[in-house]
């Protein structure tokens, strides 16, 4: 059976009344002034443009994809009444045994109905909106998958990294410091040899999904996506590099990355909520062979102030990833983790731990804040007690305020794992980490025993009373 594509993606979103067509919109900024309201708030529909002026009216653009739970439950395989907690403990049990697949190369499939090479090659075709008014250029990849192969072993890696497009037949891709295709290109460099890469703009949202988030080093994302869809990925071999792209993928394009050859890249609007990133020289793409599906779908997913289509869907990964590698590392008792969303679900976490011994809390936030999952670009790590729902931001503040002496309660570490996205890194150009802090919320363990008594109604009163009196109380209590 042919894998589940980004066709079979949208008539599952459109089953659950999950989609809005938008016909007309002009891509200069309509259609990303549509997306930035439509992904202000997190439940509201996916959106896909049509008959955008100046293309093929098929030719379409989809964004505003993985900004609800159902959309990320469907993705994921999950039923789409799934719950934010039941994605978490998806997560978390998907890190401790991840499943695998090998891929199959078919060499043949829907990406190929349309080929062209050498001067044929023209990706401007391909309706890419100007995101956000003051961005710099048209960013074809931004829910995209950039596929390279390591030079000294046969290690397929592909991440989501940011695609413009310059001209007909030159992209760039910014891949930021310690990210495993930076590390790739640069061993091509290194040598002296360019770079082969392929990138795929438009396939099922898993394939975004896997690549936006950390799976480990020399391990192929591949058949991650094929263990998260439980088939092996068919696979084509892209004609000049051999680079594997999806079968059924909508649109892909590959060519070399030159050692030294840059192109002006950016601004765009980033996930941190700003533009900190500004405009520099990046890598340039020159690109061999474009390909693309019939009636071929561009998807996006766009950056932007928190909340925004780049980062939802990683709060409740990384919640799950965060809690599990506690778990490896040894950490008893973790309770809950909660990766929220105003950070663009990495700049803050909250951990809530059932304390068992003095250090406990500082042992746990301090792993958080730089094991795998947890250390890119984190500011914040606060660790609170269990009676706190690290998801309930006033709670998770009220144990701030109570629990927490800035004398003993706050590590601060300097050189952390950053970007030059992050506006607080220690420079853009020449040092790009960060520093953060790490905050104990949790009661004094010295003192647990004569810490003044929560004034709030105990667990068993709250059931009596509401047995008795439900009538009178406010909705949802
Ligand atoms: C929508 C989206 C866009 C992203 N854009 C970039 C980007 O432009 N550059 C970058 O270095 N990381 C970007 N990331 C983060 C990486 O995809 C992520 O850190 C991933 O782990 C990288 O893959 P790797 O571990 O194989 O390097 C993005 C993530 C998402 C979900």
Not at 82 to 106: C, F, Q
Not at 109 to 134: A, C, F, Q, R
Not at 310 to 316: E, I, M, Q
Not at 465 to 471: L, P
Request: net charge negative; hydrophobic share 40%; aromatic share 8%.
């Amino acid at each position: 059976m042919a894998n589940k594509d980004l066709r079979t993606w949208i008539d599952e979103v459109q089953a659950i009344g999950e989609m809005q067509h938008v016909k007309g919109a002009e891509p200069a900024e309509e259609i990303g002034g549509i997306v930035d309201l439509y992904q202000r708030k997190m439940g509201n529909s996916a959106v896909m443009f049509s008959e955008v002026p100046g293309f093929a009216p098929n030719n379409r653009v989809l964004a505003n994809i993985l900004t609800s739970v159902p959309r990320i439950a469907l993705t994921l395989g999950l039923p789409p009444t799934s719950s934010e907690m039941d994605l978490i403990s998806w997560w978390r049990g998907y890190m401790k045994n991840a499943p695998t697949h090998t891929p199959i190369a078919v060499n043949g499939g829907p990406l190929l109905e349309n080929v062209m090479e050498g001067d044929k090659v023209d990706i401007t075709k391909i309706p890419t909106p100007k995101w956000h008014e003051h961005d710099g250029g048209h960013f074809i990849g931004t829910a995209c998958i950039v596929v390279m192969k390591d030079p000294d072993s046969d290690w397929i890696n592909f991440g989501t990294y940011r695609v413009q497009q310059h001209d007909p037949k030159t992209a760039s891709v910014m891949i930021s410091p310690g990210k495993h295709g930076r590390i790739i290109m640069r061993k091509y460099h290194e040598r002296g040899l360019p770079c082969p890469v392929a990138v795929v703009v438009g396939a099922h949202p898993a394939f975004l999904m896997i690549g936006g988030l950390e799976i480990p080093y020399g391990k192929n994302e591949y058949d991650a996506v094929g263990g998260l869809m439980g088939q092996p990925i068919e696979i084509i071999n892209m004609p000049k590099t051999g680079l594997p792209v999806p079968a059924q993928a909508e649109i892909a394009f590959e060519g070399y990355i030159h050692p030294n050859d840059t192109v002006i890249e950016g601004p765009l609007g980033e996930w941190t909520g700003y533009y900190a990133g500004g405009q520099r020289e990046e890598p340039a793409i020159r690109i061999e062979t474009f390909m693309h599906r019939n009636d071929p779908v561009l998807m996006g997913a766009i950056p932007a102030v928190p909340p925004n289509d780049n980062t939802y869907y990683l709060g409740h990964y990384r919640a799950g990833a965060v809690w599990s590698q506690l778990e490896a590392a040894g950490i008893p008792e973790i309770k809950g983790v909660c990766a929220h969303e105003a950070g663009g679900s990495r700049m803050w976490l909250t951990v809530s731990i059932k304390q068992l011994y003095g250090g406990h809390a500082k042992q746990a936030g301090l792993v958080a804040s730089q094991c795998l999952a947890g250390a890119y670009t984190n500011r914040w790590v606060v660790v609170v007690d269990d009676d706190i729902d690290p998801h309930n931001m006033n709670d998770v503040v009220w144990a701030m305020c109570t629990r927490f002496d800035p004398r003993e309660d706050m590590e601060m570490l300097r050189g952390g794992w950053s970007s030059h996205l992050d506006p607080m890194c220690y420079d853009g150009d020449t040092d790009r980490r960060n520093a953060r802090l790490v905050i104990d919320a949790c009661r004094p363990w010295v003192r647990r025993d004569s810490f003044p008594m929560v004034a709030r109604s105990s667990r068993e009163l709250d059931e009596r009373v509401k047995a008795k009196w439900a009538h009178i109380l406010p909705k949802g209590v």
